[in-house]
């Protein structure tokens, strides 16, 4: 079902599968509409269903990666690109190495850069040269992150090294064997970064994200909640499922 709520367009799917349907038709229509656009990725366990739907749509020839370029929230810093859990790594083994990306138009913060001040320098300036991000997808943490931005005095502009929240390395330790193998910090775009992209998609699903999902939405704008300040962008639409909706359907 689809809602308008200031700023925001909220679509409320009955389940997990139907939401990546809905989020994969979002961006597949935007590569259509800009065929040689500059599209943010994000990573996690959330947009691996959509990326799935991506894979398909773009096995059936209903969507054209070729021309497109791309740049990745966020990588852990320090990290090899051969460690299966970095997000160059998922990257590959969740969307780009089932597509026809050009891979030279790929762009995720490198994990493995001896500088980590001047790699996000450089990560910021290749976004600018590009001439900004058209559509950016987004995930959100349980604390309210989107890409690795935690909850902070304040908002971080740029992009920027980050040490990791104890609750955002909790959340990945799923992905690892165990929570002292989740790295301990990585690079990021920052709050202004994602802000000054054109569009946004955010995807969120689960009961567990309810609470974040409300707080985003009605709550106070503030950078203990990094994602409030999508209150503050122009087009925002928001993919959720029936649970991670439940707080805020009574205000739609
Ligand atoms: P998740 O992560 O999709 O694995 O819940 C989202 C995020 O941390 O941005």
């Known amino acids: 079902m689809k809602h308008k709520y200031q700023n925001f367009t909220i679509y409320i799917e009955n389940d997990y599968e139907s939401l990546s349907h809905t989020a994969a038709k979002i961006i597949a229509a935007q590569i259509k509409e800009r065929p040689s656009g500059i599209f943010g990725f994000a990573t996690g366990g959330t947009p691996v269903g959509t990326y799935k739907c991506l894979i398909e749509m773009n096995k059936a020839n209903e969507i054209d990666f070729s021309q497109i370029t791309t740049f990745n929230l966020d990588e852990y810093y320090p990290i090899n690109k051969t460690n299966s859990q970095s997000y160059d790594f998922f990257m590959k083994e969740n969307l780009f190495g089932y597509v026809n990306i050009n891979h030279e138009k790929i762009h995720i913060p490198n994990g493995e850069a001896k500088d980590v001040a001047s790699e996000?320098?450089?990560?910021?300036?290749?976004?600018?040269?590009?001439?900004?991000?058209?559509?950016?997808?987004?995930?959100?943490?349980?604390?309210?992150?989107?890409?690795?931005?935690?909850?902070?005095?304040?908002?971080?502009?740029?992009?920027?090294?980050?040490?990791?929240?104890?609750?955002?390395?909790?959340?990945?330790?799923?992905?690892?064997?165990?929570?002292?193998?989740?790295?301990?910090?990585?690079?990021?775009?920052?709050?202004?970064?994602?802000?000054?992209?054109?569009?946004?998609?955010?995807?969120?699903?689960?009961?567990?994200?309810?609470?974040?999902?409300?707080?985003?939405?009605?709550?106070?704008?503030?950078?203990?909640?990094?994602?409030?300040?999508l209150q503050l962008h122009h087009d925002v639409t928001i993919v959720l499922d029936r649970e991670a909706a439940e707080k805020m359907l009574p205000r739609i």
């Open 120 to 229: 996000c320098e450089n990560y910021e300036c290749q976004i600018a040269d590009a001439g900004g991000i058209d559509f950016q997808i987004l995930g959100i943490g349980l604390n309210g992150h989107i890409g690795f931005n935690e909850p902070a005095e304040t908002f971080q502009t740029f992009t920027h090294y980050v040490s990791l929240d104890t609750t955002t390395i909790e959340a990945n330790s799923r992905f690892f064997e165990s929570v002292a193998e989740v790295p301990k910090s990585a690079i990021t775009m920052g709050i202004k970064t994602i802000m000054m992209s054109r569009r946004i998609l955010l995807i969120i699903n689960g009961a567990q994200k309810a609470d974040i999902a409300y707080e985003t939405v009605f709550g106070s704008i503030t950078p203990r909640v990094p994602a409030s300040v």
